[in-house]
């Protein structure tokens, strides 16, 4: 067994974690891209989810036609939300996206098709590395291209100055339900695949902390581009297994990286002038 395959077999779990953290930081990126801050990706990734495991577990669907089904649904759960919350904006937008994560959670729990507070168990083991990582290098990309298109450029033009953007000729508000649905797609395929490699899928996946976690990832990382919010992902997914050894002092480094990272780097690791200043140092 080579090298890499030893360690494949030792950390199968955190490496497929890895790579839907990532996919699930991207889902906000997008949104932060047109200048909205959304906390409802978690609860659109357990819609993925649990549509999935449906699809696969209780009607023997293929892996990707119910990854599919689940982006849509995901899909249009995110533009019903958006749509409604156009009008708000920063701090408004993000409780009420929050509200809708809640509602999603209580939906979960009291659903009998969702499993009640126990969730899905038994979902077939259909995802791997080749399904994971496959789908983070179709989303970077299309993240690559998005940033250098129109449609790129406008979202960057609606967070730099609405208004302004507006009086372009920009149509705003096509553009922010825009950035909802690719951010609904994004979140449902992370969802569908990460209930396919952990087997199971439960309401708390759509909770606050979730939430929370998956924007952690995306300010972390940096967003000036697609890679920070994906380097965010990794290393706060990677971070907690490297420090496992530290015990009761490991929730305290955490908190101290966060802190660092957000006092020294408030445009995250990724953020390019952090890393044109330590060329010119050396």
Avoid at 38 to 60: E, K, P, V, W
Avoid at 100 to 124: H, Y
Avoid at 150 to 177: C, L, P, Q, S
Avoid at 211 to 239: D, E, K, Q, W, Y
Wanted: glycine share 10%.
């Amino acid at each position: 067994m080579s090298a890499l395959a030893a360690l494949y077999a030792g950390y199968s779990s955190l490496i497929l974690l890895a790579g839907v953290a990532a996919l699930l930081a991207l889902s906000v990126y997008v949104t932060l891209m047109a200048g909205q801050l959304s906390l409802g990706n978690a609860a659109l990734a357990a819609i993925g989810g649990y549509t999935a495991a449906i699809l696969t577990r209780d009607h023997h669907v293929p892996l990707w036609p119910a990854v599919l089904a689940a982006a849509a649904v995901a899909t249009a759960a995110a533009v019903a939300i958006g749509i409604p919350a156009l009008r708000l904006r920063g701090i408004y937008l993000a409780l009420a996206t929050l509200a809708f994560g809640e509602v999603v959670r209580a939906a979960a729990l009291n659903l009998k098709i969702t499993g009640g507070a126990l969730g899905l168990i038994n979902i077939p083991p259909l995802a791997g590395f080749w399904q994971v990582y496959g789908a983070l290098a179709g989303a970077a990309l299309f993240f690559y291209r998005l940033e250098r298109s129109r449609v790129g450029r406008a979202f960057a033009a609606i967070r730099e100055d609405e208004a302004a953007a507006r009086a372009m000729g920009i149509k705003v508000t096509h553009y922010k339900v825009l950035a909802f649905a690719i951010a609904g797609g994004l979140a449902g395929v992370a969802g569908a695949l990460a209930a396919h490699f952990a087997y199971v899928i439960t309401p708390a996946q759509a909770s606050f902390t979730e939430a929370v976690n998956i924007l952690t990832f995306a300010v972390v990382g940096g967003t000036s581009t697609f890679v920070g919010p994906m380097a965010g992902g990794v290393l706060l997914t990677v971070l907690p297994e490297a420090l496992r050894g530290l015990r009761e002092e490991r929730l305290l480094l955490d908190g101290a990286i966060l802190m660092a990272v957000t006092i020294y780097c408030p445009n995250g690791i990724s953020d390019p002038r952090l890393w044109r200043w330590r060329r010119a140092r050396r």
